[in-house]
């Protein structure tokens, strides 16, 4: 999942949560460097993969290893709004 939200690959992301085991997926689970979906989402500035992942349940306030949450990898204005709601 990860992999597929860096390379911005929405048919991808799609087809994982179509699959019935998709209610298993941990959006807040973090990778290597403590990234969760969302914060790897937020640095692609992808506003509609942004919306699935608050959608389904990231925590749009959950800290990196380098304690910084995913509004803080944001420049553009309209995905930081999004981000600060912290919902949809």
Do not use: W
């Amino acid at each position: 999942m990860f992999k597929a939200v860096h390379k911005q690959k929405l048919k991808e992301i799609q087809e994982i949560l179509n699959n019935p085991r998709s209610s298993f997926i941990d959006f807040n689970s973090q990778n290597s460097y403590g990234e969760t979906i969302l914060h790897v989402a937020a640095r692609t500035e992808n506003e509609e993969i942004i919306r699935l992942c608050l959608k389904l349940g990231a925590d749009p306030f959950m800290k990196n290893r380098k304690g910084k949450i995913a509004i803080e990898l944001s420049r553009k204005p309209n995905i930081r709004t999004l981000l600060k709601q912290g919902k949809i």
